[in-house]
């Protein structure tokens, strides 16, 4: 019997730097490198970040500095 790792993988949902900007509401780029800085989740392919839109969710629901920031209306 064999077993498939791939298959049973949840989906992941993967953006770039401009899908994510969209994805949370964020007009500036700055926002996103401050955030890299803080340890947001990401996956650096060559030269490309590539962000799992369930772990950067994730994370903002558990750092505080960004959750209160983002209760503003996406304001961060």
Known sequence: M?????QNLPPTDWATTAELME?????SP?????MIRDGMP???????Y???LIEVDQW?????????????????
């Open 2 to 6: 064999e077993f498939d790792l791939v």
């Open 23 to 27: 994805h949370l509401r964020i007009k």
């Open 30 to 34: 700055n926002t996103i490198t401050r």
């Open 42 to 48: 990401k996956h650096r392919i060559g030269r490309k």
């Open 50 to 52: 590539l962000f799992d």
């Open 60 to 76: 903002l629901r558990a750092s505080s500095r960004w959750s209160e920031r983002n209760a503003d209306g996406g304001a961060a």
